[in-house]
């Protein structure tokens, strides 16, 4: 049974980086995509991005500017940084797994597990 | 980008009750959509993709049907255990990611 967990600071200050990891257990992070997904409180599910176990990324155009996903197949680890925080940048933030299935003219995509989520508040 | 609204934001059933969510998209996304459900303070869940296909391991009452532009999402008995916020997904050509703003459902 794959299992999702984020891990890193809690607290981050306004203008820096918030820096995140999510560690892959029970399974391979080879030939899946993988995702950040964010909450703030008490709004809805903001996609972040994602990135292929080959290093290959995608990101929400309204957040591409500070952005980076990158991928430790080594260490079964994934990672989030997004630059120049502020407030609106508190929320849960999780990490997915992206699976898929189809053929050469159609294919299907779907978030099937995930973390519990870690919590980030960016104060002074 | 690709705009997805659900309607209604919130409702409120009994026990056993039909309920039904809507969702729908800007443009034609073909039936690249699914439905997750999310209890408070936890993580979400996928229950449904493409559109119709329920994940292994949900139970039967939950279902989705749609293709296009617009999508249901549909709990054919309310239970208390289904007590959460539903939202749909979408996503396009280039895999961009949209969730829906959700559906909070509640028991009467």
């Known amino acids: 049974q794959v299992q999702l967990q984020e891990s890193g600071p809690g607290l981050v200050k306004p203008s820096e980086t918030l820096s995140l990891t999510c560690t892959v257990s029970g399974g391979s992070i080879s030939s899946y995509y993988w995702s950040w997904i964010r909450q703030p409180p008490g709004k809805g599910l903001e996609w972040i991005g994602y990135i292929y176990y080959s290093g290959s990324t995608n990101y929400n155009p309204s957040l591409k500017s500070r952005v980076t996903i990158s991928v430790d197949t080594s260490k079964n680890q994934f990672s989030l940084k997004l630059s120049s925080v502020t407030a609106a940048d508190t929320a849960v933030y999780y990490c997915?797994?992206?699976?898929?299935?189809?053929?050469?003219?159609?294919?299907?995509?779907?978030?099937?597990?995930w973390g519990k989520g870690t919590t980030v508040t960016v104060s002074s | 980008d690709i705009q997805m609204t659900q309607s209604p934001s919130s409702l409120s059933a009994s026990v056993g009750d039909r309920v039904t969510i809507t969702c729908q998209a800007s443009q034609d996304i073909s039936n690249y959509l699914n439905w997750y459900q999310q209890k408070p303070g936890k993580a979400p869940k996928l229950l449904i993709y493409?559109?119709?296909n329920l994940e292994t391991g949900v139970p039967s009452r939950f279902s989705g049907s749609g293709s296009g532009t617009d999508f249901t999402f549909t709990i054919s008995s309310l239970q208390p255990e289904d007590i959460a916020t539903y939202y749909c997904q979408q996503y396009d050509n280039l895999l961009l990611f949209t969730f829906g703003p959700g559906t909070k459902v509640d028991i009467k």
């Open positions: 997915a797994r992206i699976d898929g299935y189809g053929d050469d003219l159609r294919y299907y995509y779907y978030m099937d597990v």
């Open positions: 493409d559109a119709s």
